[in-house]
């Protein structure tokens, strides 16, 4: 079966040992699964590509903003399994500018953008917008927001590996939309404790994900997002480029840098200790990087 085929293109996950400010983090690359499927949105496109081939659709459709991680993966995944994509992107003034990196490889790789307004946007979810994109694109495999849904949650399920279970206590990763988050916790063991750093400023995130588990072994802060998704400090910036030269590790702005930004802080204030095993995961997303 074809679904295999995305088992096919994974490379093996090497880890990075990091020791920030007396703690030991043994940092997860899944940046490196895919060169552009890239880190979670891998095992979030998985399960979805292969319904919309089991179920022999030729096309498949998402969403996203301009910085959306999951709008290039998804838009490098069709044009490798053949299919067309079309991404709803939040946004209509952006019809009207020059193609930023992210959205430049989506549609580079086939990618039919379809640029909509903010308020119109937030009805991606209502049955009337999409029984209006079932009509306009008809035959074709609607993947949500960020890609989380049941099957990118059974996907993500998958990212820990027996060891990662057994040798750590605390698994750290950002969250956009918490699909991946969910399918960490419902896949933990129980010593283990799952917290994430929403890229995204509001407390939002946590009823989405108690929708999709109904464990209680994790939190989400939204204390280190710097004011919002795709929202930058000169703290951030300085401390990622600081990171990088010590670890070789890129890091972008939006996801995994604020993450590690705020392990930092929690380090500092003595929330994160060095008796605690850590896990932390990259979540990728690099083609969204600020170039320096």
């Keep these: 079966m074809r679904m295999f085929m995305f088992d096919a293109l994974a490379q093996a996950i090497p880890y990075n040992t990091v020791h920030l400010h007396g703690v030991t983090l043994a940092i997860k690359r899944l940046d490196s699964v895919h060169p552009k499927i890239s880190g979670n949105k891998f095992f979030k496109l998985k399960y979805n590509f292969a319904a919309a081939q089991q179920q022999g659709l030729k096309k498949v459709l998402t969403f996203g903003g301009a910085y959306s991680n999951h709008i290039a993966a998804t838009a490098y995944a069709a044009h490798l399994f053949g299919m067309q994509s079309i991404g709803i992107i939040r946004g209509e003034e952006l019809a009207h500018k020059a193609l930023n990196p992210t959205l430049q490889t989506a549609q580079d790789f086939g990618m039919q953008l379809q640029f909509v307004s903010r308020e119109k946007y937030r009805q991606k979810q209502s049955a009337d917008f999409i029984q209006q994109l079932q009509a ?3 035959n074709g495999y609607i993947i949500p927001e960020g890609g989380t849904n049941p099957l990118a949650i059974q996907g993500c399920t998958e990212i820990l590996s027996p060891a990662d279970l057994e040798n750590f206590d605390l698994i750290c990763c950002a969250a956009g939309t918490g699909g991946t988050i969910a399918g960490l916790i419902e896949a933990s063991a129980a010593h283990q404790h799952v917290l994430g750093f929403s890229a995204l400023k509001g407390d939002f995130l946590t009823p989405e994900v108690e929708q999709w588990t109904a464990r209680r072994n994790w ?4 204390e280190f997002c710097q004011g919002g998704y795709a929202k930058t400090t000169p703290e951030l910036m300085q401390f990622i480029q600081e990171f990088e030269a010590a670890y070789s590790i890129p890091l972008e702005q939006i996801y995994t840098g604020k ?7 929690m380090i500092l204030r003595g929330e994160i200790t060095p008796e605690q095993r850590i896990l932390v995961l990259h979540t990728g997303g690099l083609q969204g990087k600020i170039q320096r």
């Design 259 to 265: 993450m590690l930004f705020g392990i930092q802080q």
């Design 136 to 138: 306009e694109f008809p």
């Design 219 to 222: 939190r989400i802060t939204d």
